[in-house]
């Protein structure tokens, strides 16, 4: 006796609306002196920590048969460390080249299913507990900025300007 195939799963739910939104929470430049043999140059790193809010609505596609399926409502909130390194001509005219970001470990994400009645317009970023979330991480991210400025500084641009041979010295401010 055969046994007849499986039911096909159900289509994976659709993205009906997404959401995003970008904050700025804390904001440094580091003037430093790069030196290697009898070469100097001025260089000025640029910090910021922001917080990158990401928002899904979805639903799985309606049946004629069936009532609409729920909307999920899905979020993220992470904190970003960007750093851009410009560097001063003999001019005085500052060139910034390629910034580099990396996600940090801060990180909030939730999934709620919206009520029947509900639009998918209702998840948003402006949402309250997506807005308190961003809210959190944007006070934290504040709060920690200096520490992971500076640890950036140390455990990655230090090390990898000193692999070509080139020693960093934070300068005073003009």
Do not use: H
């Not at 910034?96 to 639009?119: F, M, N, S």
């Not at 992971?148 to 641009?157: I, M, N, S």
């Amino acid at each position: 006796m055969f046994q007849a195939p499986p039911p096909p799963p159900p289509p994976p739910p659709e993205i009906v609306r997404t959401d995003a939104s970008y904050l700025q929470v804390a904001r440094k430049d580091v003037p430093l002196l790069l030196a290697k043999g009898k070469q100097a140059e001025n260089a000025l790193i640029r910090y910021q920590l922001f917080v990158r809010t990401d928002v899904e609505a979805r639903q799985a596609p309606a049946t004629p048969e069936a009532p609409p399926p729920p909307v999920f409502c899905q979020w993220v909130v992470t904190v970003y460390l960007e750093r851009e390194p410009c560097f001063e001509s003999i001019s005085g005219k500052l060139a910034c080249g390629e910034r580099y970001t990396v996600r940090l470990k801060d990180q909030e994400r939730g999934i709620e299913t919206l009520p029947l009645t509900a639009e998918a317009a209702v998840c948003a970023v402006g949402k309250a507990e997506i807005a308190a979330a961003s809210r959190r991480l944007a006070a934290a991210g504040e709060a920690s900025a200096d520490a992971e400025f500076g640890a950036d500084l140390t455990r990655r641009l230090t090390p990898e300007l000193a692999k070509g041979g080139i020693k960093a010295t934070i300068r005073p401010p003009k």
